[in-house]
């Protein structure tokens, strides 16, 4: 039962341009969502999150969208460079303290092209 | 810099035998940790989580007899895979809780390969 989605496992991107990432999550018990960066053999580096008292979070070129009546979350990037080219995670907790366990999505393959 | 440091980064060894795998916090007392284990191309799955100076939370469907996890101080948590098979190759990744209002930071990882 994967109780966090992200349904598209990669996505290209122009340089300059805009990268939008999805994820969508089922359990409406989470109200705590992350966003995490990944490149092959090293551990997740944390990104962004949002409460699910927010609509949006917002720290320079990454900005996180909820919309908690659809359960999807979204993670912008702009403008995408080439450093981007990553794996991207999100994850959902069921409250926001610290020793809460997380939920990662399957993943989406991000590269940015030139 | 890292907050957390995971070693070995690569293990390769025959079935059978039994690895370990450390866990250290770098910057603060974590008294909770988490070991994730991430199979190619799928996403990280939480194994159990690792509690300072008590038994660890094992998740459904995880053997807690055959992955010991250890947590005896404050900055290291280890997770020892014993009598390991092919089928046990995999990516192993820890992580600390965070201070109050901190996300959660992860070690590199650790590529398990059996034999």
């Known amino acids: 039962d994967q109780q966090v989605k992200q349904n598209s496992p990669s996505l290209s991107v122009q340089e300059g341009r805009i990268s939008i990432l999805n994820c969508d999550y089922t359990n409406s018990m989470f109200d705590y969502f992350l966003w995490y960066k990944k490149y092959p053999a090293e551990g997740p580096t944390f990104l962004i999150s949002?409460?699910?008292?927010?609509d949006k979070n917002e720290d320079g070129r990454f900005t996180v969208f909820l919309n908690k009546s659809a359960k999807h979350l979204s993670l912008h990037i702009v403008p995408s460079q080439p450093g981007d080219s990553a794996v991207y995670f999100c994850a959902a907790s069921r409250n926001t303290g610290t020793a809460s366990k997380l939920t990662f999505g399957t993943g989406t393959r991000l590269q940015v092209t030139l | 810099g890292a907050v957390v440091s995971q070693h070995p980064s690569w293990v390769i060894c025959k079935s059978g035998t039994s690895v370990k795998i450390e866990c250290r916090s770098l910057d603060f007392q974590a008294t909770t940790m988490f070991w994730y284990r991430q199979f190619p191309k799928q996403s990280l799955m939480l194994m159990a989580t690792?509690?300072?100076?008590?038994?660890?939370?094992?998740e459904q469907g995880v053997e807690k007899d055959k992955f010991l996890i250890n947590h005896a101080s404050l900055t290291l948590s280890t997770l020892t895979v014993t009598s390991a098979h092919p089928e046990d190759s995999s990516f192993y990744i820890c992580?600390?809780?965070?201070?109050?209002?901190?996300?959660?930071?992860f070690g590199d990882g650790t590529r398990l390969s059996i034999l």
């Open positions: 690792s509690n300072e100076g008590s038994k660890a939370t094992y």
């Open positions: 992580s600390q809780a965070g201070q109050q209002g901190q996300p959660q930071h």
């Open positions: 949002i409460s699910s008292i927010k």
